[in-house]
């Protein structure tokens, strides 16, 4: 089995910043996207920026030049670095991966953390 653990979310006034980790665990052979999606509330789950094991990435419009993600296949973790904060950014923030285990060998395309909730208020 694998899991995806997130941390780092919380309560941060407009105009500031938070790092979400997410970390996976269990017998992993190799993982290819990693990512962040996020669901406000009464609105559907979108995406907010995935980044492949080789570093490329793809994310929505309203993450340009405010969120970056990053990854460290050493310890199967990606990060989204989030700045210049709004209002309309609070969501749980939810991690997912494409993650293949060698024993038994098998590929989990959606594998889903429990989420992490992001409030942006003064």
């Known amino acids: 089995q694998v899991q995806l653990v997130e941390s780092g979310g919380g309560l941060v006034q407009p105009g500031g910043s938070l790092r979400l980790p997410c970390a996976a665990s269990?017998?992993?052979?190799?993982?290819?996207?990693m990512g962040w999606y996020r669901q406000a509330p009464g609105k559907q789950r979108e995406l907010v920026e995935v980044?492949?094991?080789?570093?490329?990435?793809n994310y929505a419009d309203f993450v340009k030049g405010r969120f970056t993600i990053s990854r460290d296949n050493d310890k199967n973790t990606v990060y989204l670095q989030m700045n210049s904060l709004k209002p309309e950014d609070t969501a749980v923030y939810y991690c997912?991966?494409?993650?293949?285990?060698?024993?038994?060998?098998?590929?989990?395309?959606?594998?889903w953390g429990q989420g992490t909730l992001v409030t942006v208020s003064s």
């Open positions: 997912n991966a494409d993650i293949t285990i060698r024993a038994p060998f098998r590929r989990y395309p959606e594998v």
């Open positions: 269990g017998s992993i052979l190799s993982i290819r996207t």
């Open positions: 980044i492949s094991n080789v570093g490329i990435t």
